[in-house]
């Protein structure tokens, strides 16, 4: 039987080039399938979130809001053989974020780093919660926020990105 095509957008917190290089490493040991779909992120809104909702409207209600600092604690396993960075502080930051973009439809998600899904296969490297260069505290400062697309199980596609920070007022 044919799988259906589906369509899924989301608005996501890539982690900075800088610090993403070590966990991409890491991610690329732990699950190759998932390095291969998405760089290192953390998920902002949920396609469910924003589904009646577009990009330039959602990028709209995040002007004004400035950048993120997030930190992280020590791996954890979820589902089997999947491994996150859980988010240790700045959570209701993050939750402030979230309600700016949803208003009063926002619901609690916790930030995290996915370094591997159990969704994907198990890769060979991932066995151990102490990988060698697998982070045991990692503070991340987050930017831009981005809406990406993905389609089918294909990796995802960035549509736009939009910086974190004051609002520009100019005088005439």
């Known amino acids: 039987m044919a799988e259906t095509a589906r ?36 998920t902002l809104c949920r396609e469910d979130e924003i589904a009646d909702l577009g990009m330039v409207r959602l990028f709209e209600r995040l002007r004004g809001v400035g950048p993120l600092r997030l930190e992280f604690g020590p791996a954890e396993r979820f589902q089997g053989h999947g491994i996150l ?33 159990p969704r994907n296969p198990r890769a060979a490297g991932n066995l151990l919660l102490d990988s060698p260069g697998l982070p045991r505290h990692i503070a991340i400062t987050f930017v831009a926020v981005s809406m990406i697309r993905q389609y089918s199980g294909q990796p995802w596609q960035q549509l736009g990105r939009t910086t974190l920070g004051p609002a520009v007022v100019s005088a005439d």
């Open 7 to 42: 369509l899924r957008e989301q608005l996501t917190l890539f982690v900075p080039r800088v610090q993403g290089e070590p966990l991409e490493a890491v991610r690329h040991a732990l699950d190759p399938v998932q390095a291969r779909l998405i760089a290192a992120h953390v």
């Open 85 to 117: 960075l859980p988010c240790v502080a700045g959570e209701a930051d993050f939750q402030a974020m979230r309600c700016e973009v949803l208003g009063s439809a926002a619901r609690g998600h916790a930030p995290h780093l996915t370094l591997a899904h």
